[in-house]
């Protein structure tokens, strides 16, 4: 069986070729400035390649392309769109609706568009991608969507409410939603997997360190907190935005400065976090080597990270009374020896103990333990893997039909 992944944005669409037999991917890329001008790029496994710039004005364009690239032409992987059996779609925010993937009908459509409430630039555009998915495909290929949200729907509300008052819960449905919720749940799964670790009973606390960054408190297996909230904003300070502030300041900025609720949204999620503190760039290599070479906000902006990274797992173990292992995810937390280092040095207080040449030896995919045999808590990398798991959501969602 093999499943297109999809994750469209509002001006792109990346996408995966996912064989299940053997869960190999065939081939994946990317379409860029979709409503702009248009790009495509795209690469087999075996490493053929095709890049075109062509006009994409909307989203079914952009899957005219995806299309093109994957049954013709150098790189293509397939021969017709009838090999693929069905299409799984990444969906940022499911509410309180979806705990749990579905198959794509209109009544679903109609509720991923009525939830764009509170992820308008995500939701919006995931309908588009599902509509221009069905044009290019038709109906009779299931489609399936799978919610960053809905592993997380298994917290508490003591996790999931504000302090604010409760009609405003009752009223606009504002609480704790947190997101990443696919790759905490791909990295929780996969430890079970790996460790034969008894779930019950068991408290992991995984950290998906990545552009956006979040972190989860996993009792018995289920989500039992999160750190991103209504919205991907909240948590500690990530690539360029805040994490969590004091609500004070957004109003004394508007008081000092006037913004429009725009440009406080974009001061929050696009100009602030790593970049706004270290003035360099939102990327943490660029960070690491400005650091290295002396720049001191560079260097600020980096111990801040790690710092509100472990006051975070701090807050974690105390929810879960202690915790068995740390797991540590994403663009950062798979490569960055020298975040785990100087993180998981807060907890020698507990007994936890680094191996510092496994934990060196972790980077670039590799999946494994970095803690030595007798720290109090175990520490892990495990390499994310978003996409495969959306497509093994569709796949047993397809296969009961
Ligand atoms: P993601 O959003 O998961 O793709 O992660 C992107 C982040 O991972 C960026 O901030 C990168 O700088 C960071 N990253 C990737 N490789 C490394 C590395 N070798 N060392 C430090 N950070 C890295």
Not at 159 to 164: D, E, I, P, R
Not at 247 to 271: F, Q, R, V
């Amino acid at each position: 069986m093999k499943i297109l992944v999809v994750n469209a944005g509002s001006s792109s669409l990346k996408y995966q070729l996912i064989d299940m037999n053997g869960e190999k991917v065939l081939a994946k890329g990317l379409c860029e400035r979709i409503g702009i001008d248009g790009k495509i790029s795209h690469k087999t496994a075996d490493g053929r390649t095709y890049a075109e710039q062509i006009p994409m004005p909307d989203h079914t364009a952009a899957f005219k392309c995806v299309e093109k690239a994957l049954i013709s032409g150098e790189a293509k992987a397939i021969d017709s769109l009838a090999d693929i059996s069905a299409v799984g779609h990444r969906i940022v925010q499911g509410g309180a609706t979806f705990s749990k993937s579905v198959l794509v009908d209109e009544q679903v459509i109609s509720e991923i568009e009525r939830l764009a409430d509170l992820a308008p630039l995500h939701n919006l555009a995931h309908v588009q991608g599902i509509r221009a998915c069905r044009e290019c495909f038709g109906t009779e290929v299931p489609e399936v969507v799978v919610f960053d949200t809905s592993f997380h729907a298994t917290m508490p509300p003591t996790s999931y409410l504000y302090a604010l008052p409760y009609e405003y819960y009752e009223k606009y449905k504002i609480r704790r939603y947190g997101f990443h919720g696919t790759s905490h749940r791909y990295v929780t799964g996969h430890y079970f997997k790996i460790t034969g670790a008894p779930v019950e009973g068991s408290r992991l606390i995984t950290c998906h360190l990545g552009n956006g960054a979040s972190i989860t408190a996993v009792k018995d297996g289920k989500c039992y907190d999160t750190s991103m909230g209504l919205t991907p904003l909240d948590g500690f300070m990530m690539g360029t935005r805040t994490g969590t502030l004091d609500p004070s300041i957004i109003t004394y900025i508007m008081e000092k400065e006037n913004p429009t609720a725009k440009e406080l949204s974009d001061l929050c999620n696009k100009k602030s976090g790593m970049l706004g503190i270290s003035g360099v760039s939102s990327d943490n290599r660029d960070i690491e080597a400005a650091a290295a070479a002396g720049n001191a906000r560079a260097k600020l902006a980096l111990a801040m990270q790690r710092y509100q990274i472990a006051k975070f797992i701090g807050q974690y173990m105390a929810a879960l009374d202690g915790a068995d292992t740390i797991i540590f995810t994403g663009g950062i937390g798979e490569n960055s020896d020298n975040l785990r280092r100087v993180v998981c040095g807060h907890f020698g207080y507990v007994g936890l103990k680094l191996d510092d040449e496994l934990n060196k030896k972790m980077i670039r995919g590799a999946e494994g333990v970095i803690s030595t045999p007798d720290s109090a808590i175990k520490v892990m990398v495990i390499p994310t893997n978003e996409e495969l798991m959306i497509a093994r959501d569709t796949k047993e969602i397809v296969e009961k039909l």
